[in-house]
C-alpha cells in the first residue's frame, strides 16, 4: 500500500491487510495544520515535492472550548468530528495517491501493485464509513493537556495550562487609554504571581514584611479574607512567585520555600501543609520555588527535584505522600510550570529540573524519559507548551542560549530532540495560534530582545515590533495580549508576517525597576493585570 511520511513516499505491500490498524499513525503524518488552526494535507509530487490538497469547508474543524482546542482533543462529540475529519482527509489522500501513480516508484505498474491499490482504496472507503461512529482511545495519536475540570481560570495559565482564553465576544480594538478600568485592588503587597478566578473568587498572592500572604477577593473587588503560608522571600527580587490553584473547595499553594499549604476556599483557613524541601531532601535555587503546581483528581503534584524524589504526588485532602518518582542525581527544582497530558490511558507529568526535561508516569510515578537541557542558575522558566505528540522548551541564559521541541516519549520509547534555536525565552511565556508560538525572546547575543513568533515546524524566528521590550503573553478571541515589564499593555492582530498593534494603554504609574513579571488574565470578559501591590481590571467585552 501506498504510506505517505512527511518527506518520502514508499511501497509497501507487506502492511496491506493491516492498513486499518495503521491507519492512525499514517492520519498523523499526512494531515498539516495551517496557521489558522485548521489542517491541510499534502501529496508528495514526483520530485518529492509537497502537493498542497485543498481542504475544503468542514464546520466540524471550528476550534472552541468543548472541541480540539489549540493542540488539546477533549473527549467529546466536537472533538470525535475533529478526528473524524482527519481520516476523511487520510483516506482521501490515500486514494489519490493509489490513482495518480506519477510518482517514479509507481510508474511502472504491475497486477501486484494493482491489487494493493484496489485494497487501499477498500480501506479508503471502510474509514470513511467508521468516520460515522467515535473514535476508541486506541486512535489518538497525539497527546491532550488534560483541562481542570474548575470552572473559570483556576490555575497559572488557565485551565489547560496553555494561556489560551476560549472567551468569544471580546473587543477586537482598543480606543485611545485601553479598555474601561472597572477595579482596583490595592494592598495585595510584593509579587509576580497571577490572580487565578473561578465561581465569583479571586485569590492572589504577596509578600508582606516577613510573611508570605494570600488574597481573597470577590470578582467586584471586595476583599473577603488574608491569610499567610510561611515566609516571605527574602533574597534576589523580593516578592511572591507561585500563583494559587483552585479546586472545589480548597485553595493550594507552594511558597518560595518549599512550603505546600492546602486551604478553605471560602474562610482561609489551613487544612495541611508539607515542607516539600525539608521532607524530600532538596535545595531551595537562586530564585526561590516557582512550582505552580498541579491538582488533578486525587492528586497535588510537586517537583521538589531532591536527593530523595524528582516529582511528588500528595493527596489533595489529607498531604500524605501516594506516590514519588526516582530522583535525578545532582539536579534541583527550576522556574517552569509543569503540564499533566494524556495519550490514552496513559497520562504523563511532564516537567523540568534544573538540567533536563522529564515526564512521569502520573499514576505511578515511573520516570518516563529525561532529555537533558544544562544550563546555568537552573533557569528553565517557561513552561512547557504542547503541540500534538510534541512539547516547546527554552531556557533563560545567554550563556547557553536554546529553545528547543521535544517528540514525548513513552514506557520503552525515549523522547527525542526535534529542532533547537539560538535564543532564550524567559518566564513571560509562550502562547499557541494554529502554526506558530508567539513570546517574548532575546536572540543569541542578547540583542533585538522582544515579542516575536516562531514557526512550529521549522523553528524560525520573526520579529513583531509593534510592541518593544520584554513581557507576558496571553491569547483570546484572535488577539495576543501582551503585557511589558515596563507596564504596557498591548492588543495584537496576529498577521502572516507577525502581528500588528490593535490597541496600547499604559498601567497607571509603573514603577521604574522594569519587573512587572505577573501573566495577563482573562475571566468572564474582564483583563486582570497585576503591577506588584496593585491589580487592575478591565472590561474588554465587545
Given at each position: 500500500m501506498v504510506f505517505l511520511h512527511r518527506d518520502f513516499l514508499c511501497w509497501n505491500s507487506s502492511h496491506c491487510s493491516s492498513m486499518y490498524s495503521k491507519l492512525s499513525k499514517t492520519i498523523s503524518l499526512i494531515t498539516r495544520r495551517s496557521p489558522d488552526g485548521g489542517s491541510r494535507r499534502s501529496l508528495l509530487t514526483p520530485d518529492g515535492g509537497p502537493r498542497p490538497v485543498s481542504r475544503g469547508p468542514r464546520v466540524a474543524n471550528q476550534e472552541h472550548y468543548a472541541g480540539y482546542i489549540a493542540g488539546s482533543r477533549a473527549s467529546t462529540f466536537a472533538g470525535m468530528l475533529?478526528?473524524?475529519?482527519?481520516?476523511?482527509?487520510?483516506?482521501?489522500?490515500?486514494?489519490?495517491?493509489?490513482?495518480?501513480?506519477?510518482?517514479?516508484?509507481?510508474r511502472k505498474e504491475t497486477p501486484v501493485h494493482r491489487q494493493h491499490r484496489n485494497r487501499c482504496r477498500l480501506c479508503s472507503a471502510l474509514v470513511l464509513a467508521c468516520a460515522a461512529f467515535p473514535l476508541g482511545a486506541a486512535d489518538v495519536v497525539d497527546f491532550e493537556v488534560i483541562a481542570s475540570e474548575q470552572p473559570g481560570w483556576p490555575r497559572f495559565g488557565g485551565p489547560f495550562r496553555d494561556s489560551v482564553s476560549r472567551e468569544t465576544g471580546l473587543l477586537q480594538t482598543w480606543i485611545e487609554g485601553g479598555p474601561r478600568l472597572v477595579w482596583t485592588a490595592e494592598g495585595i503587597d510584593k509579587g509576580y504571581s497571577s490572580p487565578v478566578i473561578s465561581k465569583g473568587m479571586l485569590y492572589i498572592t504577596g509578600d508582606a514584611?516577613?510573611?508570605?500572604?494570600?488574597?481573597?477577593?470577590?470578582?467586584?473587588?471586595?476583599?473577603?479574607?488574608?491569610?499567610?503560608?510561611?515566609?516571605?522571600?527574602?533574597?534576589?527580587?523580593?516578592?511572591?512567585?507561585?500563583?494559587?490553584?483552585?479546586?472545589?473547595?480548597a485553595v493550594y499553594h507552594v511558597n518560595t520555600h518549599g512550603r505546600v499549604a492546602c486551604l478553605d476556599a471560602a474562610t482561609g483557613e489551613e487544612r495541611w501543609a508539607v515542607d516539600v524541601l525539608e521532607r524530600f531532601d532538596a535545595k531551595n535555587i537562586t530564585w526561590g520555588i516557582t512550582d505552580n503546581m498541579i491538582v488533578d483528581s486525587t492528586h497535588v503534584l510537586v517537583t521538589p527535584a531532591g536527593e530523595k524524589a524528582l516529582a511528588v504526588a500528595l493527596d489533595k485532602k489529607t498531604g500524605d505522600v501516594r506516590w514519588t518518582s526516582p530522583a535525578l542525581p545532582g539536579e534541583t527544582a527550576t522556574y517552569a510550570a509543569p503540564l499533566l497530558v494524556r495519550r490514552g490511558d496513559s497520562r504523563q507529568y511532564i516537567g523540568c529540573a534544573s538540567a533536563s526535561v522529564f515526564g512521569v508516569d502520573a499514576d505511578t510515578g515511573a520516570l518516563l524519559w529525561t532529555v537533558p537541557q544544562p544550563v546555568e542558575k537552573s533557569v528553565i522558566m517557561m513552561a512547557p507548551v504542547l503541540y500534538g505528540d510534541s512539547v516547546f522548551v527554552g531556557n533563560a541564559t545567554p550563556e547557553k542560549a536554546e529553545f528547543f521541541r521535544v517528540r514525548i516519549g513513552a514506557k520503552d520509547v525515549p523522547a527525542e530532540k526535534v529542532w533547537s534555536n539560538a535564543c532564550w525565552a524567559v518566564h513571560g511565556g509562550l502562547v499557541r495560534a494554529g502554526d506558530r508560538l508567539f513570546g517574548a525572546y532575546i536572540p543569541a547575543g542578547g540583542k533585538a530582545r522582544?515579542?516575536?513568533?516562531?514557526?512550529?515546524?521549522?523553528?524560525?524566528?520573526?520579529?513583531?515590533?509593534?510592541?518593544?521590550?520584554?513581557?507576558?503573553?496571553?491569547?483570546?478571541?484572535?488577539?495576543?495580549?501582551?503585557?511589558?515589564?515596563?507596564?504596557?499593555?498591548?492588543?495584537?492582530?496576529?498577521?502572516?508576517?507577525?502581528?500588528?498593534?490593535?490597541?496600547?494603554?499604559?498601567?497607571?504609574?509603573?514603577?521604574?525597576?522594569?519587573?512587572?513579571?505577573?501573566?495577563?488574565?482573562?475571566?468572564?470578559?474582564?483583563?486582570?493585570?497585576?503591577?506588584?501591590?496593585?491589580?487592575?481590571?478591565?472590561?474588554?467585552?465587545?
Open positions: 475533529r478526528e473524524h475529519d482527519r481520516c476523511t482527509d487520510a483516506a482521501c489522500a490515500l486514494s489519490a495517491a493509489c490513482d495518480t501513480l506519477e510518482h517514479p516508484l509507481l514584611g516577613d510573611e508570605l500572604a494570600i488574597h481573597a477577593f470577590t470578582v467586584d473587588g471586595a476583599r473577603k479574607w488574608r491569610t499567610t503560608n510561611g515566609k516571605s522571600w527574602k533574597g534576589s527580587y523580593p516578592g511572591a512567585r507561585a500563583s494559587c490553584v483552585i479546586d472545589g473547595d522582544g515579542l516575536y513568533s516562531i514557526d512550529i515546524p521549522s523553528g524560525a524566528l520573526t520579529a513583531i515590533p509593534a510592541v518593544p521590550g520584554m513581557g507576558a503573553s496571553l491569547f483570546a478571541d484572535g488577539r495576543l495580549y501582551y503585557l511589558t515589564e515596563e507596564g504596557i499593555a498591548a492588543l495584537i492582530k496576529p498577521t502572516e508576517t507577525g502581528g500588528e498593534l490593535a490597541g496600547r494603554f499604559d498601567l497607571p504609574k509603573p514603577p521604574k525597576t522594569k519587573d512587572i513579571w505577573a501573566h495577563p488574565v482573562i475571566c468572564d470578559k474582564r483583563l486582570y493585570l497585576r503591577c506588584h501591590d496593585k491589580l487592575y481590571c478591565y472590561d474588554i467585552g465587545a
